[in-house]
């Protein structure tokens, strides 16, 4: 495993990675119920549709949208067992330990707080250029 400020540089260098971003709804939802719950869904998402070792739909069962941490799983290829082995070379065919487990929501984590103040920031300058 790699370290998660390196993983996500070369993620942004991906035409398909990069394109993924927070949308307003999304900022507005995470200060409706803070990061330590974000965490905790990360965490339940994970569990049940990364960690099995046989995910019947594979590849299918991540949402583009719906949820800060769906669109997270995309941008850090954190979404299928196809795209955790390709960029973080975790081995498919096998049941995620609690080190991986705790790996992968780290690294959609580190991504989503980014992503917040980013675009926390955008959403307010947009705010205040309206007002000018």
Known sequence: MQSIDFLL?????SKFRSRF??????IEYIESV?????KSHAYDFISKRLAPKIIDNDG????YHGHPVFISEHATATCCRECLYKWHKIEKNKALTSQE?????????????????????????MSLGQYK
């Open 21 to 26: 971003h927070l949308k307003k709804k999304d």
């Open 34 to 38: 803070g990061l330590d719950k974000i």
């Open 60 to 63: 299918k069962q991540t949402p």
């Open 9 to 13: 540089g070369r993620l942004s260098t």
């Open 101 to 125: 487990i705790d790996y992968v929501v780290e690294i959609i984590m580190r991504w989503i707080e980014i992503e917040y103040v980013k675009g926390k920031r955008a959403y307010e300058e």
